[in-house]
T-cell receptor, first 117, second 113 residues
Framework: GAVVSQHPSRVICKSGTSVKIECRSL??????MFWYRQFPKKSLMLMAT?????????EQGVEKDKFLINHASLTLSTLTVTSAHPEDSSFYIC?????????????FGQGTRLTVV | AQSVTQPDIHITVSEGASLELRCNYS??????LFWYVQSPGQGLQLLLK??????LVQGIKGFEAEFKRSQSSFNLRKPSVHWSDAAEYFC???????????FGTGTKLQVIP
């Protein structure tokens, strides 16, 4: 399958600071990227869907001003957690696909463990 | 809204033994069902999927799953587990194929010698 790389895999930041997580498609052009969040002992929850060159679509309950998503190129999407607080500590994972369509598989990155202290 | 339940948080099996991971879903229409595996430090990898047709689907690494509409289940099975199968397994349901995928909480599989 196609390769999606996330960076960093782990990050610790101080409360009140912002942190950026990158999601790259290494061997294909990603028209759509998805960002998920996993709370401890909870399922992966879709946060937002981003399409290259347009604004991200956020799921209900996700603060778009807190979780800034930028999909400026066909191989890179970034998630910035602004003014992070301890409750933002979580596992964030992205996925990407190379075209639209209900039958198009999305490939996942390895995830980023964010700890806010 | 769709949802997925994986009742077993953690399962331990002996190497060579058979495995069944349970998954129940809730969705009003025909479900699109998936099983993913995540090894430490790795992204989620698709093991298999059910979109339509034969209710017994074969996947990679010797896994299979059976869709049972009457029980709203999509259990994952493997006849003989290998130590390399130790990982976390996620069941998921999509509202339309790979669109709007909802994941379960995952089952962590431990394999003992």
């Amino acid at each position: 399958g196609a390769v999606v790389s996330q960076h960093p895999s782990r990050v610790i930041c101080k409360s009140g600071t912002s942190v950026k997580i990158e999601c790259r498609s290494l061997d294909f052009q990603a028209t759509t990227m998805f960002w998920y969040r996993q709370f401890p002992k909870k399922s992966l929850m879709l946060m937002a869907t981003s399409n290259e060159g347009s604004k991200a679509t956020y799921e209900q309950g996700v603060e778009k001003d807190k979780f800034l998503i930028n999909h400026a190129s066909l191989t890179l999407s970034t998630l910035t957690v602004t003014s992070a607080h301890p409750e933002d500590s979580s596992f964030y994972i992205c996925s990407a696909r190379d075209r639209e369509g209900w039958n198009t598989e999305a490939f996942f990155g390895q995830g980023t463990r964010l700890t806010v202290v | 809204a769709q949802s997925v339940t994986q009742p077993d948080i953690h399962i331990t099996v002996s190497e060579g033994a058979s495995l069944e991971l349970r998954c129940n879903y809730s969705y009003g229409a025909t479900p699109y069902l998936f099983w993913y595996v995540q090894s430490p430090g790795q992204g989620l990898q698709l093991l298999l999927k059910y979109f339509s047709g034969d209710t017994l689907v074969q996947g990679i690494k010797g896994f299979e799953a059976e869709f049972k509409r009457s029980q709203s289940s999509f259990n994952l099975r493997k006849p003989s587990v290998h130590w390399s199968d130790a990982a976390e397994y996620f069941c998921a349901v999509g509202a339309g194929g790979y669109q709007k995928v909802t994941f379960g909480t995952g089952t962590k599989l431990q394999v003992i010698p």
